[in-house]
């Protein structure tokens, strides 16, 4: 009811939603979050909706200090740590029950434990680990927590090996266990073990969550921060993913994508590189396909740094990218704004050029929380990205469960099975949409698509149903290119397509003979019913790991996006552009035959820029972001109001009267503040105040033009009082 209410307050008045103060008590007040385990500072007071404090354990604990630190200070106020690994060395070491438990590690094949930390392994979620998880969310329940995030339910695919595995497989399969690197069967049973433990944990601690909570008199909500499905195929990891949706105490989720995942090295045309803002896109999008049919909320995350060490710059070039991506998805609205603010706010990093690490630069601070800020606005929207729609391409859960060890000398370096299919067209400037084949039963889920590309190289269908869906899309006009020569190893394994009465050799023969399809040597095209099938047996790798190997790809996606399924031209492009109230979200492609950049004209506030400049022309250049403030949308001129701000406005300190404007204003202190606010006419006296000392403008400059100020000054986490008079 709180989605559905804010979405028709979205559509219904932008110009109230888009002011900072005015209406504050009708907008959502749980949109935004930040995760951190050090107790409240003035320093990274960053005025999200929701405060997550990590651990029980974590900080030196005081886990009800650091919460109370948070609440005093207006926060919702949630918990969030660890499935898969954490602060539990109370645990491991035998504090807890006595018992040394490091023996329930992750262990790999020469016996070594994979560690997280130091005496902190990534666990097997034995049901011992289980009741002593149940004390820590139970503790965070009776500290007045009102939702749980359990993160990262993360089995790593190289581990499989400890005898606490083995004694999992023996319960779950009823035989003993196999050495996953013996044959593809072994590493496909591993991997759907491994699936089925973290489900199942993450399924019994949300039902004790629930319970325990509602016997408290409240229902407290149950949500999992995950990377996307795309990111850990790539790095090799197994976890529950889009099956969690169907946990009856599954609330949500966080999309984990930031430049640490982004950044993974993928292949096009050849060229193995980072492409930060394409996996970016592709993530998001994943998570998007894999939550949308199943109405459950979703977070997007964004970090302004990332774990690994590299220079301030790097980040704040990626954190661009990684932004602008997220934004292109106008069906989500609520952020997690960033991990660790004391990492940012109280880190050191390298600076080009200079021998010692440096704190974050006041520059890169205000731009950040400017772009924070800004998601506190960020309305839903119903425009869609430009470009030609209804593309897809088919992804599984089980594209986790081959990607370690290899087999038989067949290799998918860099996920290209997958990337095949989406980068050429992505980088032509195609909005390609991934679509879960776990949510093909959903009568949405393949509403919007035209043309629908898949492979079974790089995965393969859990259940038999998935293809009477697929077969009944394509016989009422779908149409589907089947790429892959189904030749890999574990086209072989046990499954449903080979036992009880099945006798196919690849999962496809059996979707072909739903289809009625005969394959006919030479032959790619096969109309079925009112559409079409595409079959050519060539791995989707094989069209970007050499140079133009996309060429005949692309010819069969246009004939079949606009002869086929006569969805209109197919628009090859170098640029992705979204509105979304008053904000123009841009983007420029690199690697396209297309060279040019990208100009907007208008009358924009640059919000990548910490001066926040007036621009009427925006040049965005090959390979970068852009994203501006249209103050052509508003539609209240006449009334002040702060449009973008490197702080957050308090709604119950504004005042508007004939003749002044007047508000109150939050950012992390020892930072500086920078907005622009639009008023009737040039302003005649400002004063900027905390606790009654009145600050020094840093920056007072009127622009008659679009009747706006410029001002800035120092941040105080406890508010700085502006008075602006005319």
């Known amino acids: 009811m709180k989605f559905r209410f804010f979405y028709i307050f979205c559509l219904f008045s932008f110009s109230e939603f888009s002011t900072f103060g005015q209406k504050k008590d009708f907008v959502n007040k749980e949109k935004t979050s930040f995760q951190a385990s050090a107790p409240w500072s003035a320093n990274y007071d960053v005025r999200a909706d929701i405060a997550m404090v990590y651990g029980i354990n974590d900080d030196g604990g005081k886990f009800e200090e650091r919460v109370k630190s948070y609440r005093d200070k207006g926060y919702e106020v949630q918990f969030m740590t660890g499935i898969a690994w954490g602060q539990y060395k109370d645990y491991f070491l035998g504090e807890w029950d006595g018992k040394n438990h490091l023996d329930e590690g992750q262990v790999m094949r020469n016996g070594e434990t994979i560690w997280h930390g130091q005496n902190v392994p990534y666990i097997v979620p034995s049901a011992n680990f289980l009741t002593y998880m149940k004390t820590h969310v139970k503790r965070a329940i009776d500290a007045g927590v009102t939702a749980i995030y359990l993160e990262e339910p993360e089995f790593w695919a190289r581990a499989g090996y400890s005898e606490a595995f083995k004694k999992e497989w023996q319960n779950y399969y009823g035989f003993p266990w196999m050495a996953q690197h013996e044959s593809p069967e072994a590493t496909y049973l591993s991997s759907k073990l491994k699936y089925q433990l973290y489900f199942n944990a993450l399924k019994d601690v949300f039902t004790y969550i629930k319970t325990y909570s509602e016997s408290r008199g409240k229902r407290v909500r149950c949500y999992v921060p995950t990377h996307s499905l795309i990111n ?42 980072e492409r930060v803002f394409e996996n970016a896109f592709l993530e998001y999008g994943s998570m998007v396909s894999m939550t949308a049919p199943t109405g459950r909320k979703l977070f997007f995350l964004t970090d302004p740094i990332e774990d690994r060490a590299r220079s301030w710059d790097d980040y704040k070039i990626n954190y661009q990218a990684t932004f602008t991506a997220q934004l292109l998805y106008p069906m989500v609205n609520n952020y997690e704004v960033m991990p660790w603010p004391n990492r940012i706010y109280n880190g050191k990093f390298n600076v080009e050029g200079k021998r010692e690490k440096q704190p974050i630069s006041p520059a890169y601070a205000t731009q950040m929380q400017v772009m924070v800020n800004s998601l506190n606005q960020m309305p839903l929207s119903a425009n869609k990205l430009n470009g030609s729609k209804g593309i897809g391409v088919l992804l599984s859960n089980s594209m986790m469960f081959q990607r370690f060890p290899t087999h038989a000398g067949y290799d998918d370096p860099q996920l290209s099975n997958f990337y095949g299919m989406a980068i050429p067209l992505l980088k032509r400037g195609v909005p390609v949409e991934t679509v879960h084949i776990e949510n093909l039963a959903n009568k949405n889920t393949l509403k919007d698509i035209k043309v629908l590309i898949m492979s079974y190289a790089n995965m393969k269908p859990l259940a038999a149903s998935f293809h009477e869906e697929l077969a009944k899309w394509v016989k009422n006009g779908g149409v589907l290119l089947y790429y892959g020569k189904d030749t890999d190893p574990f086209q072989n394994v046990k499954e449903w397509w080979n036992t009880n009465g099945n006798t196919f050799k690849a999962p496809s023969a059996h979707l072909f003979q739903l289809l009625g399809l005969k394959e006919s040597e030479g032959k790619q095209e096969y109309p079925i019913g009112k559409g079409k099938v595409y079959l050519v047996r060539k791995d989707p790798k094989e069209l970007i790991m050499q140079a133009n190997g996309d060429v005949d790809f692309l010819t069969n996606v246009k004939s079949a996006y606009e002869n ?76 002040p109001q702060v449009l973008t701000a490197a702080g957050r406005l308090e709604g119950q300190a504004t005042t508007i009267t004939k003749n002044s404007y007047s508000f109150l204003i939050k950012s992390p202190s020892n930072t500086i503040n920078a907005m622009r606010i639009l008023l009737p006419q040039k302003p005649k006296a400002i004063s900027v105040n905390v606790n009654g000392k009145e600050l020094s403008l840093l920056k007072n400059e009127w622009d008659e033009n679009s009747k706006t100020l410029l001002l800035g000054f120092d941040n105080y986490s406890e508010g700085v009082k502006v008075k602006i008079a005319w």
Not at 235 to 257: F, H, R, T
Not at 595 to 619: R, S, W
């Open 564 to 639: 086929d399924a006569n969805a209109g031209k197919l628009i090859f492009k170098n640029n992705f552009v979204l509105q979304r109230g008053p904000f123009t979200i841009a983007a420029v492609l690199n690697e396209t035959e297309q060279t040019e950049p990208l100009i907007l004209n208008g009358l924009f506030i640059d919000l990548f820029n910490p001066e926040l400049p007036i621009v009427k022309q925006k040049t965005v250049n090959i390979g970068t972001q852009a994203y501006l403030f249209d103050i052509s949308k508003i539609t209240t001129k006449n009334t």
């Open 232 to 273: 850990y195929s790539s790095w090799q990891i197994v976890s529950p993913e889009a099956s969690l949706a169907n946990l009856e105490g599954m609330d949500g989720y966080i999309a984990q994508v930031w430049t640490g995942t982004s950044r993974e090295p993928i292949f096009y045309n050849g060229v193995k590189k």
